[in-house]
């Protein structure tokens, strides 16, 4: 069955019940993994014998997949079909996550966590652009409004059900449960979703060479950031960077000629995107090492067994979750530019006093207070800077702008986590020494705490009091936003930013 113009769905239908749960199983597949996988990181660490930058590669090698694909596995889902590519996207990500708890050496396992995330990256866009050609326009503000609370519950669900299957059984078990989801999810679609595509696209060439080289650009700079915590300024280390920053201003230049380019770089002509965007850039990627560490720190420094450590982050989703929507309405009232300085602030606030634990952590008091400040500080940062980079854009580009902007969050991420770390001297065997990691994780936090700094007094500076739509886009002022990146807007692109 494909989809017309005018096959929509009504709100309420038995059809729209099943939508909505394909769609919600489907980003909870990749939700629930990409948070309950950090809680399993120290057992991976000790079972597999795994150094820093073992780890570090066990979390990046699904991102820089991710990051480097999900522009271009949009336009695939326009061509082709976006059922067709979300199946495609949830069967990947199903193998792989078989392959992950199959894996006898670190190496087969950040291997299959790289092809994990071609699986997510298929299966990211795919769920949201769905919902918005599937459902009447009058019902589409509920849907996705739905879609987002329940996303964000498998988020909030994740680091439980990680830190559970880790008590309970093993590692291993956190991506073996992927698959009995991704069946289920599978058949939903098979039998329920509609098949859609764009007619635009029809004989449109893809921005291939682009998606090469931003992809082997990513790796071999993060491979260099990474290796220099051991190796240092090595020859291998060396070349690798050069190679990746050539290949870096090499996609740039092809962007700059592609006629579909993965970033269309015209988009930041304008200084209000421009400027969302670096800060965008600060934000997530000082965020992304508190997601990183804090689980690993209370595990292989402070001893707490991973059920307790998957729950200490849980306050940031439930905020997260309570407090998005109103985020949203406040920066339509006053604009943008004081919840994005003052939510940086506040997450640098929350960072200092958890740079404050030692090894003996008692959880109530020295590391909740920080946890609910840090949470208080996302919650209003989120949606008005999600928002600002739709509201920069021009409105038929909002997909494409919202696509940039999660992709330009996911690269912050991947080098943060690659960087920072090795900044702060927690590389070889820094997990196996606890006052070693305490150190590391106290400059760690301070680091990422003066780069909330310098995003705030960037968003002050640049970002103007423009008024914008809710985060997740104008059909949905109260969605919940993602924690691990901006949420992709409705339509994302390219996907449907030029018709259905």
Same mark, same amino acid.
């Given at each position: ?30 939700? #629930? ?6 809680? /399993? ?119 439980? /059900? +990680?830190?559970? #299957? ?22 939903? /679609? ?20 682009? *998606? ?8 071999? @700079? ?45 988009? &930041?002509?304008?200084?209000? &995107? ?18 990183? #560490? ?28 309570? #407090? ?10 006053? $604009? ?13 606030? $929350?960072?200092? @006093? ?30 008005? @800077? ?38 702060? +001297? ?22 990422? *705490? ?5 995003? *705030? ?22 969605? &919940? ?9 409705? $339509?994302? *692109? ?7």
């Amino acid at each position: 069955m494909t989809q017309t113009r005018n096959d929509v769905i009504a709100w309420g239908s038995s059809q729209s019940w099943w939508i909505l749960a394909g769609t919600v199983g489907a980003s909870a597949l990749a939700m #629930l993994d990409a948070t309950a996988v950090n809680v /399993a990181l120290p057992s991976i660490g000790a079972e597999l014998d795994a150094r820093v930058a073992g780890l570090q590669w066990t979390v990046n090698a699904y991102t820089l997949s991710l990051a480097s694909l999900i522009l271009l596995a949009g336009a695939l889902a326009d061509r082709y079909g976006r059922r067709r590519m979300l199946q495609a996207g949830i069967a990947i990500f199903a193998l792989a996550s078989l392959a992950c708890s199959m894996a006898s050496t670190l190496e087969l396992l950040i291997a299959a966590r790289a092809l994990q995330g071609i699986g997510g990256a298929l299966l990211t866009p795919g769920s949201l652009a769905i919902i918005q050609v599937s459902y009447a326009e009058k019902d589409r503000g509920r849907a996705i409004g739905a879609w987002s609370g329940l996303s964000g519950i498998a988020a909030a669900i994740g680091p439980l /059900a +990680g830190g559970w #299957l880790v008590e309970w059984s093993s590692w291993r078990t956190v991506f073996w449960i992927n698959l009995p989801l991704a069946a289920v999810v599978l058949w939903i /679609a098979g039998r329920h979703i509609p098949e859609s595509r764009a007619p635009w696209m029809k004989g449109v060439h893809f921005d291939v060479l682009g *998606a090469i080289l931003g992809a082997f650009g990513l790796g071999a @700079l993060t491979w260099a950031l990474i290796a220099s915590g051991n190796e240092g300024a090595s020859a291998a280390v060396l070349v690798s960077f050069a190679s990746g920053v050539g290949a870096l201003a090499a996609f740039l230049l092809v962007e700059r000629r592609a006629s579909l380019p993965l970033v269309p770089l015209g988009l &930041f002509s304008s200084r209000q &995107f421009s400027a969302v965007n670096a800060v965008t850039f600060i934000v997530y990627g000082a965020m992304s090492v508190l997601f990183f #560490l804090l689980v690993v720190y209370l595990q292989g420094a402070a001893g707490y067994p991973p059920l307790l450590a998957g729950m200490a982050l849980v306050p940031v989703t439930a905020l997260m979750l309570g #407090l998005s929507s109103r985020a949203g309405q406040v920066a339509e009232r006053i $604009g943008p530019r004081r919840p994005m300085t003052i939510g940086p602030l506040m997450m640098a606030a $929350g960072m200092t @006093l958890l740079s404050r634990i030692g090894i003996e952590v008692s959880y109530l008091t020295d590391v909740l207070p920080g946890v609910i400040i840090f949470g208080l500080g996302l919650s209003a940062t989120v949606a008005p @800077l999600t928002a600002t980079a739709l509201a920069a854009a021009d409105p038929k580009n909002a997909g494409v702008a919202s696509g940039v902007n999660n992709a330009v969050a996911r690269t912050a991420s991947l080098l943060a986590v690659a960087v920072l770390p090795v900044v702060s +001297g927690l590389t070889g065997d820094a997990l196996r020494d606890a006052s070693r990691f305490n150190g590391g994780f106290r400059i760690a936090m301070i680091i990422s *705490a003066a780069l909330m700094v310098a995003g *705030a007094m960037l968003a002050w500076i640049t970002i103007r009091d423009s008024r914008a739509p809710g985060c997740a886009g104008p059909t949905s002022p109260r969605s &919940f936003c993602a924690v691990d990146g901006p949420p992709l807007a409705p $339509g994302d *692109a390219p996907e449907s930013s030029r018709g259905n």
